[in-house]
């Protein structure tokens, strides 16, 4: 069965660039949408962005001046890039497994990473 | 963007109780709304999908209904392993939102 695992680090410095990488297990990453989303005790689940295993992208347009989601250079990972993070940026970080077709649910999802923005 | 709105935000509940969870859109969502269940340190996992549709693997005493701006998550006979965090998303268009999450715990 499909495993996602984040990994990145879990500390960044306010006004750099938060980055992070999905890794894709048990199945290829061709077809389906790929995620990012974030959790906050504050904002709840936010949904950053998807890409197509094609390589289009979509974005929140909330976050879509700071970021960007790419394929790895490994086959079976993608990416996200935040720039210019604030303390709000401060969040677990999701990736997932967006579904085909009308019902763009998110299944799996990895186990999620804790990225901290503080100096 | 659509907004999403859940209720109750908590709610107590025994085992064996029917739990009903109600979350609403801003704007008519068609079908278009699946549900979600969080653990505490754990990613949320999906339930249903298009209002409905269960799971693989789901028990089937979660179910769900609704159309246009409302629809309701039922759990009947709640198990121990219910009491979570249950969480609407709409995927009727971008950006995809989630609803602010429903705590279920032990009466």
């Known amino acids: 069965q499909v495993q996602l695992q984040e990994s990145g680090p879990g500390l960044v410095k306010p006004s750099e660039t938060l980055s992070l990488t999905c890794t894709v297990s048990g199945g290829s990453i061709n077809s389906y949408y790929w995620s990012w989303i974030r959790q906050t005790p504050g904002k709840g689940l936010e949904w950053i962005g998807h890409?197509?295993?094609?390589?289009?992208?979509t974005y929140n347009p909330s976050l879509k001046s700071r970021v960007i989601i790419s394929l790895g250079t490994s086959k079976n990972q993608f990416s996200l890039k935040l720039t210019s993070v604030t303390a709000a940026d401060t969040a677990v970080y999701y990736c997932?497994?967006?579904?085909?077709?009308?019902?763009?649910?998110?299944?799996?999802w990895g186990q999620g990473t804790l990225v901290t923005v503080s100096s | 963007d659509i907004q999403m709105t859940q209720s109750p935000s908590s709610l107590s509940a025994s085992v064996g109780d029917r739990v009903t969870i109600t979350c609403r859109a801003s704007?008519?969502?068609?079908?278009?709304l699946n549900w979600y269940q969080q653990k505490p340190g754990k990613a949320p996992k999906v339930l249903i999908h298009?209002?409905?549709n269960l799971q693989s693997g789901v028990p089937s005493r979660f179910s769900g209904s609704g159309s246009g701006t409302d629809f309701t998550l039922t759990i009947t006979d709640l198990q121990p392993e219910d009491f979570a965090t249950y969480y609407c998303?709409?995927?009727?268009?971008?950006?995809?939102?989630f609803g602010p999450g429903t705590k279920v715990d032990i009466k």
């Open positions: 890409i197509y295993y094609s390589g289009s992208t």
């Open positions: 298009g209002t409905s």
């Open positions: 704007q008519s969502i068609s079908s278009h």
């Open positions: 998303q709409q995927s009727y268009s971008i950006p995809l939102v």
């Open positions: 997932a497994r967006g579904s085909l077709g009308a019902h763009n649910w998110f299944d799996p």
